[in-house]
Nanobody, 117 residues
Framework: VQLQASGGGLVQPGGSLRLSCAAS????????MGWYRQAPGKQRELVAS???????NYADSVEGRLTISRDNAKNTVYLQMNSLQPEDTSVYYC????????????WGQGTQVTVSS
């Protein structure tokens, strides 16, 4: 299984970005897909997740500004990021989970998001 993330970059405060993550090498869809982020010197944290049934979960700090969605047929997850703030600056990692008795996590390579004027 490989996760290929794209869409990061530099944006001014208040701007928008859209991240995409395409999963390949899996015959079945993932139980959940999501995005985590990790800033220098900090622990990786959950940003948003979405189940195969469309149930979403967001970190309090991004609620109302970021929107996660997925295309199950394409095994792709998206993160629409609006009203970005400097504190959103981080490396964003795509995650996919399979639950087959046990939980298996797959990770993408990370994409840098920098919010700065």
């Amino acid at each position: 299984v490989q996760l290929q993330a794209s869409g990061g970059g530099l944006v001014q405060p208040g701007g928008s970005l859209r991240l995409s993550c395409a999963a390949s090498g899996s015959r079945y869809s993932f139980n959940a897909m999501g995005w985590y982020r990790q800033a220098p010197g900090k622990q990786r944290e959950l940003v948003a997740s979405i189940t195969s049934g469309g149930i979403t979960n967001y970190a309090d700090s991004v609620e109302g500004r970021l929107t996660i969605s997925r295309d199950n047929a394409k095994n792709t997850v998206y993160l629409q990021m609006n009203s970005l703030q400097p504190e959103d600056t981080s490396v964003y990692y795509c995650n996919a989970k399979k639950v087959r008795g046990t939980v298996t996590n797959y990770w993408g390579q990370g994409t840098q998001v920098t919010v700065s004027s």
